[in-house]
């Protein structure tokens, strides 16, 4: 298999929204959130003001995306919403994101008419990521989270799938069978989610297809597509930039709000805020609870995620090394405590927190999931926590790095299988 991000759709998405995101109408739209910005109260944190404008740079991006590949009529699978920068393609693109994107995730979009019939193949390699195709109705200006009407997993897809790990799933306004999404009338965003428990499993490869393609439908043009990337602009940002005001109920420092389900009952999620000095390190240890997939994850107060290609900003299942019980300790700190799970705040003091597990067995043990959040000096990490010397650490980025690579290359993935 080539790598099913590097698609002739996603190449013509991302050079339309490069291009709208320097037109002067859509710049004009950036400065006016961009006042809006410097008002909040995390542009008063110094680590807030410092991250304002690459905050911004990232949800503008990401809204000129969402457009770029906005006709129902004719839709496609487009990777969106993914905070490192990317060189492929012949150009440099910064980053797309919109809170808390989750390094592990490849999250693509596909804008449906709930009205239409579609069809999506999906093809899994021989060791896939958790997967998961979920339903939305979108809110007005894309700006909120939908509301979720169906999703189905990797675990419901793959006693389906053929020799060669082909699916295809249906959607439409009409009842259907398993492998079927009942759709509503409206606009709908369709979203696959490869969240990888080892950065060399390779995400699926995903298609859509039309059924029912209307015979009168003309494509946009650029100037209308512009158009609505300004009408949309100041819903979207407003809503992204208060997306941590109310995210979890904005906790106090350094605990976990959680275990909540996702809907669609796809998996979980807890999170907060953390807060430390130079000195100090948020210890917090998790129970994977036999999860198919689970990662840990700071972000700045934006809930915008550092690059995770070079910093161990974020730590995936394969990416641990767990405790004596099978729990995994993680050290969020400034600086290299030499803890083996070091969470890097890339120079970040304040910021939010968020564990993930996915592909959850049922009825988990709730009470186990999170057994501690705390905050310690760094001379006084319990010696029993596992631990890595300098070269240790630098083998573990370096393999990072090279698995992180494989996402942009051409030929994809060396170990998909």
């Known amino acids: ?118 069809a999506i193949d999906i093809r899994f390699s021989a060791n896939p990521p958790q997967f998961s195709v979920v339903i939305e109705m979108e809110p007005a200006h894309h700006a909120g989270l939908g509301r979720n009407i169906g999703a189905l997993t990797l675990q419901q897809l793959l006693p389906h799938c053929d020799a060669d790990g082909r699916v295809t799933v249906t959607v439409g306004p009409d009842a259907g069978g398993p492998l079927h999404l009942k759709s509503e009338p409206g606009r709908i965003q369709i979203y696959t989610r490869d969240s990888q428990a080892d950065w060399n499993q390779q995400p699926a490869e995903v298609s859509v297809r039309r059924l029912d393609p209307p015979v009168d439908s003309q494509p946009r043009s650029e100037d209308e597509i512009a158009a609505a990337v300004v009408a949309d602009m100041p819903a979207w940002v407003r809503f992204w930039r208060g997306f941590k005001d109310d995210f979890l109920g904005f906790p106090a420092p350094n605990q ?58 974020s730590l995936n299942k394969a990416q641990v090394t767990p405790n004596a019980d099978g729990t995994v300790t993680y050290a969020i700190a400034l600086v290299d405590p030499g803890v083996a799970n070091w969470i890097d705040t890339c120079g970040l003091h304040k910021g939010w927190m968020l564990t993930r597990w996915q592909g ?58």
Request: charged share 25%; aromatic share 8%; hydrophobic share 40%.
């Open 256 to 313: 976990l709000v959680g275990p909540n389900g996702r809907d669609g009952n796809w998996g979980y999620l807890a999170g907060g805020r953390f807060a430390i000095a130079d000195d100090e390190a948020v210890l917090v240890t998790l129970d994977p609870v036999g999860s198919y997939y689970t990662g840990f994850q700071i972000t700045n107060p934006w809930t915008i995620a550092p690059d995770p290609m070079h910093r161990t900003a």
């Open 1 to 118: 298999m080539s790598n099913p991000l590097y698609t002739a759709d996603q190449e013509a998405a991302e050079k339309l929204a490069l291009r709208l995101i320097e037109r002067a109408d859509v710049r004009a739209a950036r400065e006016a959130a961009r006042q809006g910005m410097r008002s909040d109260p995390a542009a008063a944190l110094q680590d807030g003001a410092l991250s304002l404008d690459p905050a911004l740079d990232q949800w503008v991006l990401a809204l000129a995306m969402r457009e770029a590949n906005g006709d129902t009529a004719a839709p496609s699978v487009v990777w969106n919403v993914s905070n490192p920068p990317r060189h492929w393609f012949g150009h440099s693109y910064g980053g797309a994101a919109v809170a808390v994107d989750n390094p592990d995730n490849f999250n693509r979009e596909i804008p449906i008419d709930g009205a239409g019939h579609y």
């Open 360 to 417: 959850v067995p049922s009825s988990p043990p709730h009470d186990r999931m999170i057994r501690e959040v705390r905050l310690v000096k760094l001379d006084a990490i319990p010696a029993d926590v596992p631990r890595v010397g300098l070269d240790e650490r630098r083998q573990q980025i370096a393999a990072r790095t090279k698995a992180f690579a494989q996402r942009t290359s051409a030929k994809g993935w060396t170990d998909a299988g």
